[in-house]
């Protein structure tokens, strides 16, 4: 019963580096969503997808992108990192049925961008 | 979008007291709804609220749903070591998606 798996846990980046977070989750759910978390800022969604081949623009999209091919995994690029990006990315999933069904929350990847 | 306030950004109690915390919304919500983030981990659901005035509990814990729609109250009794976290409340925001607040830091004292 994995939930929602993110990989890497932790990344050092130089800036102008380019990469992947991975989320997959495996309860078959439509929405996926990614958020970054700062400190006293709470989560601040990035993008978010309400199913495959479908995507959208949250809060703070700059300087990320995403594609959802399938159902189970939804990717976050950086194209171009900052220190700006320094910060904790979770991805986290639900049921499309409604707003009732609960996020359900990776454990997060750690990125600093030097 | 929309924004929300949680009141104490951080708070350190002994072990065995009862904690108070709350959050605010400068709109009005259908939905409430609090999490717990444990150190290193991704947030978990604790209480979720959907009527105005609704009291729920959870163990230890017990939310409220303010009958403004603007705010929501969340307590914890006989707090213990393991409450330790930062607690965040949600609300419904566009596309389906939720709005966090900044989060209350919780510290137990042994």
């Known amino acids: 019963n994995a939930g929602v798996t993110q990989t890497p846990k932790f990344q050092v980046l130089k800036t102008g580096q380019s990469m992947t977070l991975q989320c997959a989750q495996d309860?078959?759910?439509?929405?996926m969503s990614w958020y970054r978390q700062d400190p006293g800022m709470g989560l601040r969604l990035i993008h978010y997808?309400?199913?495959?081949?479908?995507?959208d623009q949250g809060e703070v999209p700059n300087g990320y992108n995403v594609s959802r091919s399938t159902t189970e995994d939804f990717p976050l690029r950086l194209l171009s990192a900052a220190p700006s990006q320094t910060s904790v990315y979770f991805c986290?999933?639900?049921?499309?049925?409604?707003?009732?069904?609960?996020?359900?929350f990776g454990n997060g990847t750690r990125l600093t961008v030097t | 979008g929309q924004q929300l306030n949680q009141s104490p950004q951080s708070m350190f109690i002994q072990e065995g007291e009862d904690v108070s915390m709350n959050c605010t919304s400068s709109?009005?919500?259908?939905?409430w709804l609090w999490y717990k983030q444990d150190p290193g981990e991704g947030p978990v659901l604790l209480i979720a609220?959907?009527?105005?005035?609704e009291l729920t509990s959870n163990g230890r814990l017990t939310a409220q749903f303010g009958i403004t729609r603007k705010d929501s109250f969340l307590n914890i009794s006989a707090s213990i070591p393991s409450d330790v976290g930062i607690y965040f409340c949600?609300?419904?925001?566009?596309?389906?998606?939720?709005?966090f607040g900044p989060g209350t830091r919780l510290s137990v004292l042994p």
């Open positions: 709109s009005i919500f259908n939905t």
């Open positions: 997808s309400v199913g495959a081949g479908i995507t």
């Open positions: 986290a999933s639900r049921p499309r049925t409604g707003m009732r069904s609960p996020l359900h």
């Open positions: 609220l959907y009527k105005a005035g």
């Open positions: 309860m078959n759910h439509e929405y």
């Open positions: 949600a609300g419904p925001n566009y596309g389906q998606n939720f709005v």
